[in-house]
């Protein structure tokens, strides 16, 4: 079993940062994959910041430069940081975890970035 832990979602005015975690517990072999995804209402689900293999980042264009993926393989987290928010960055960020040789997906259970003056 596989758990994941999310913290650091908030309200935040247009402009500001936050700073997202999530760790990783439970039966964990080997981690491919550890990121980020969003969804807004009424949208869909979509990648924000993923890192492959503890090396790879890759991003949307919509945060570039504004957001940083990282990761603290000893405790198996990962980390989420935002700045330069804006109002169409508000969404339920959940974390993703891809482990094992058929990389089984986990997710967790969301938490709400708003971004509103």
């Known amino acids: 079993q596989v758990q994941l832990v999310e913290s650091g979602g908030g309200l935040v005015q247009p402009g500001g940062s936050l700073r997202l975690s999530c760790a990783a517990s439970g039966s964990i072999s080997s981690i491919y994959a550890m990121g980020w995804y969003r969804q807004a209402p009424g949208k869909q689900r979509e990648l924000v910041a993923r890192i492959i293999t503890g090396i790879i980042t890759t991003y949307a264009d919509s945060v570039k430069g504004r957001f940083t993926i990282s990761r603290d393989n000893a405790k198996n987290t990962v980390y989420l940081q935002m700045n330069s928010l804006k109002p169409e960055d508000t969404a339920v960020y959940l974390c993703?975890?891809?482990?094992?040789?058929?990389?089984?997906?986990?997710w967790g259970q969301g938490t709400q970035v708003t971004v509103s003056s």
């Open positions: 993703n975890l891809q482990v094992g040789r058929f990389l089984s997906d986990y």
